[in-house]
């Protein structure tokens, strides 16, 4: 039974939605700027903070979808203030950890309370807003939210660091999530499924927990283990058979935990498939943008989070224009073009180099979140409106959990052929060039401008691959067709 609240109020359940997705994102990146003084900290490793960043992204994984079942099946209001108070405590956590132990402790603590936020509020949005206009303005409007954090995270996180410490980044999501508790209580109207649940899940959560924790983990370590070894080999064989058996007790058990039916549904699939193309392509590529501006074109941090600012104004444009463009084409195109356009921008970056003014990371960057911008209500509308609206905090769970999937695979693909595209640029450049000298300094200086133009060609390299993904994922979408459900303005055919 859901409760009933005055209508215009749900621009408010909006914004108070907005809060938690843009907190939960800006946590994701703002960490990563804190690594090298957590480091200093604790005095461990680089490959031991690793872990810092592949628990939060092992226990993000594996409990999407089980927040997602629970929405729907015991009310997502409740869910989504619960997961978000306890995101709020892991915080502070591990605004007080006193080792790496403690820290992945609390991190994982705030991975699977931050996971409760994007099925439950994706949910919380379609009940909402039932009319197909407004839910795609919605919808839109709190898209751009998730993918503005990850711009604002290395802008806001550098003067933090600076000027408060790491232990700053986890505690300044206390004030704010103290007022997002509250709007949620204040706002947020109950909803789950009609039908009454007599049995959850439990071993499909399991194996297909166990499966992702394979998937990262080896997404994550492989490039250290190396993807043939033992250990990779034995997460590739865990993998599968974890996921074979969790799909086989999806289609046996009364309630699964992720319904077998949805991937039997062309459009779905589809927008998956193009989700996590370009989400590949685009985390892949940009994570490198921050690493080559500090690197090679003299920037610092907080000038590097600079870059940015443009390109989290191009998707805060670019977000309002999907509803609109939605009522005059077909989804189908406007996916289509948001996902080309964005391959152009991430193209454009292959032509950096050193010597490269800021314009030339900043145009690709404007054109990659506007034309992500304008698409992301559609793909988002899509899937909504493909299922029950019963099911909608499954469905959205399994798109949150391929957007993740997908840009850990891309990082980690990316990162691996960014290393060997260097060793392979240094041993082409050096069979083309000739060292007439035999002083040590001349040596040293040569091996060093081989090793810089190895490493900037391989940058330019990986933005040109990542491109190539994109585009792939554009072409994907021609073949997407949907059966429009009653009230969900979605123009497909």
Known sequence: MEETKPNNLRWWILLTVIIGTF???????????????????????????????TAYILANA????????????????????????????????????????SMIVFRVIQAIAGSADYPTAMAILAVTFKEGKERGQALGIWSSS?????????????????????RSVFLINLPIGIIGTYMALRFINESKSESKPKYFDWWGAIT?????????????????WGWT???????????????????WIENRVPE????????????????????FVIFMGMMGGIFLIPIFAQTFMGYDATQSGYLFMPMAAALMIGAPLGPWLGERYKAKWIIFWSTMLSGIGIFLLSFLEPKSGALAIIIPLCIMAMSMGFGMAQRTNIIASLVD??????????????????????????????????EWNILKINSLSTLTSNAAIDIQK?????SLKAQIDAYDFVFLIASIFIVIGALAVLWLKVDTKKGVTVHVE
């Open 256 to 275: 699964p935990i992720v319904n077998m039916k949805f991937f039997k549904i062309p459009a779905f699939v589809n927008t998956l498939v193009n989700n």
């Open 229 to 247: 070894s033992a250990s990779a080999i034995i997460a590739y064989a865990t993998a599968f058979l974890s996921m074979w058996l969790f799909v």
């Open 446 to 450: 040569y091996m060093s401008l081989v």
């Open 62 to 101: 594996i409990f999407v979808p089980i927040w997602g079942k629970l929405g729907d099946t015991i009310g997502r209001k409740k869910v989504y203030i619960i997961g978000f108070a306890i995101f709020i405590l892991g915080s502070v956590l591990a605004g007080f950890a006193w080792n790496l132990s």
């Open 208 to 224: 297909l927990g166990i499966s992702l924790s394979s998937v990262v983990l080896v997404l994550d370590k492989g490039s250290d």
């Open 389 to 422: 609206q019963k099911e909608i905090g499954v469905a959205s769970s399994v798109l949150a959990l391929i957007r993740n999937i997908s840009g850990a695979f891309g990082i980690a693909l990316f990162g691996t052929i960014l290393t060997s595209r260097v």
């Open 23 to 53: 907190l939960g994102r800006l946590d994701q990146t703002i960490v990563n700027l804190a690594l090298p003084k957590i480091i200093d900290d604790f005095g461990i490793s680089v490959t031991s903070a690793g872990w810092i960043a």
């Open 146 to 166: 998730f993918a503005a954090a990850s711009v604002f995270g290395p802008l806001l996180g550098g003067p933090l660091i600076d000027n408060f410490g790491w």
